[in-house]
Structure formats: structure tokens, C-alpha cells
């Protein structure tokens, strides 16, 4: 009970963060870590269980004892495109987990009347984050990630500095754990006249782990519940087949996006070295989002 009662601190606490309503900026940093956790529609928060819970939920660094380092490429819709990557280490006995995102927005066209437009210029995005995790014990694991902004438009640039705080209980069913994370919290600097809200938000949900030996398959089902502080809330949805420790096939469902819903991908698990791809079909004509990860454990 007392475990249970620590995750309800964490949800409660971001009263103490919240902003006031309005939009915020920096979309950049809602790109999932790992093509995995997109490809089971970003449910990292409650199934990441490698280094890219130093994005997710730095709590669940906990629950890898190996040394990791991993890279992803996020090309997403609308000429977006990312590159991310994390390193993972132990440190007097506690994971430490450093990141880096690098987002570019290309092309963008600058114009003061219809017609030819008058230039075109990129917008640049950066961060580079810090995490570690404690075990409080064998079933109950908190976690920080420290993070340093930047967004560069056009002549302006602006830094800022953000905080996660996670929390990850494995509950008395086997297999079944309960996760929950505070993401984004902090501020920017002035970009030329006013300054950028974070996309501060809330997640929350269990995930259930078991197997079927007979047929070599492990499965994982994961639910969570998202909320940005001063934006829409969303239900994610996810579920990974995994077939005798070498191939994964996955795939989700998120609610309550106007141009997105159904998301997929596969994995491939060779010794310590893994390949995963996410699929994300976009409406509206927009495209489509396709993220590769590479990561070697050691």
C-alpha cells in the first residue's frame, strides 16, 4: 500500500507545476524515444524497459541491469525529422542515463504577401538530458531526468531547462506493473517577445506481461491514460507478440487525435544487438511517420 501511495504523490504533485491554459510549443519533444514504444502507440511511460525510459519514465531505468546505448531516427511528417540518441551506465550502484535529441524543421517558407515566397529558413530544436533511477525496493523504483532546451527560429533562439519525475510498481499479480510520469516541467527563455510553454503533461497505466511457453511467445498489453496540463487528454493503447526471443510484432491505438489513431512495427532481437521500425499513418493527406531504432546492449 505504501508503494501505491507514492505513485499518488507523484500525480498529485504536479499541481504544484502546472501552467495556466494556453498553447505551447516545442511538439519536438512528444516524439517518442524508440521505434518500439511508437510502434505500440507510445505507451514507453508503462513498457519501456531499456535506455529509452530516460524519455518515457526514468524510474523504469531500474529494471535493465545491462549497459545500453541506442539511436533513432524519426522521420515524421511535414519535413520533420529527428535523431536521437542514449547511452545507459551504472554509477555507485545507480543507473545513470544521458540523451540527446536534435530536431529539424527544413524549408520553411517566409513570405509578406501571397505569391513566390521572399527566402526560406530552418528551425533547429535541441535537448540533452540527464536521468537516473532508485530502487526504494525490490518492487517500487523513482526516477529524475534532468533536461537542457533550445529552439533556434529563423534569428531568434531561445534555452530553458526542463524535469521529469517517474515512478514504477511492480504490483503482486506476476507480470502486472503500474507506472506513472510527470514530464516536462520547467521553462524557456524569451524568444524574441515571449517565452515557449513546455508540453508539460501527466501519464499514467499498467501493463501486463506473461507467456505462453508451449508456443515460445511472451506478450505484453499496456494501457495508458495521457494528459497535458493545458491541452486534450488521450487513452493509449498497446500490445507486443514476441516469438522465441528473436522477432516482435507490434501495434497500437491512440485516441482522440484528429489525423492519427493505429500505429505498428517490428522488432529483431539478435544476441544483444536489437532492430525496431514504427509505422504511423497519418489523414488528411498529411503522410506518414516512420522511426528506426538500433540499439546494443553490453
Known amino acids: 500500500m505504501k508503494n501505491l501511495i507514492v505513485i499518488l504523490i507523484l500525480l498529485t504533485s504536479v499541481q504544484m507545476f502546472s501552467q495556466t491554459a494556453g498553447n505551447t510549443g516545442l511538439s519536438f519533444l512528444k516524439f517518442g524515444f524508440g521505434a518500439r514504444n511508437s510502434a505500440m502507440g507510445d505507451v514507453g511511460n508503462s513498457v519501456s524497459n531499456d535506455l529509452t525510459a530516460l524519455y518515457y519514465n526514468p524510474a523504469r531505468l531500474s529494471l535493465s541491469e545491462n549497459n545500453e546505448v541506442m539511436f533513432t531516427h524519426n522521420s515524421w511528417i511535414q519535413d520533420v525529422n529527428s535523431e536521437m540518441f542514449g547511452i545507459k551506465t551504472f554509477l555507485f550502484g545507480l543507473p545513470v542515463a544521458i540523451g540527446f ?103 499514467v497505466g499498467p501493463a501486463y506481461n506473461f507467456k505462453v511457453d508451449n508456443y515460445k511467445l511472451d506478450f505484453i498489453i499496456a494501457g495508458e491514460y495521457q494528459k497535458y496540463f493545458d491541452a486534450d487528454n488521450h487513452l493509449n493503447f498497446g500490445l507486443e507478440i514476441f516469438y522465441d526471443k528473436l522477432i516482435a510484432l507490434r501495434g497500437g491505438y491512440q485516441t482522440n487525435y484528429e489525423s492519427r489513431d493505429i500505429t505498428a512495427g517490428v522488432g529483431l532481437l539478435w544476441g544483444n544487438l536489437k532492430f525496431d521500425y514504427s509505422y504511423i499513418p497519418f489523414s488528411l493527406g498529411i503522410g506518414s511517420a516512420n522511426l528506426f531504432s538500433l540499439g546494443f546492449k553490453f
Open 101 to 203: 535529441n536534435v530536431t529539424n524543421i527544413s524549408d520553411i517558407e517566409v513570405r509578406q504577401i501571397p505569391g513566390e515566397p521572399i527566402s526560406k529558413f530552418d528551425a533547429n530544436y535541441f535537448y540533452g538530458s540527464l536521468s537516473t533511477a532508485y530502487k526504494i525496493d525490490n518492487d517500487l523504483s523513482v526516477g529524475v531526468s534532468l533536461k537542457y532546451l533550445y529552439e533556434g527560429l529563423l534569428n531568434d533562439e531561445s534555452t530553458g531547462f526542463g524535469i521529469d519525475f517517474g515512478a514504477s510498481y511492480l504490483l503482486p499479480v506476476d507480470g502486472l506493473s503500474l507506472s506513472a510520469s510527470v514530464r516536462n516541467l520547467g521553462s524557456m527563455n524569451e524568444l524574441r517577445n515571449e517565452s515557449t510553454k513546455l508540453p508539460s503533461e501527466i501519464r
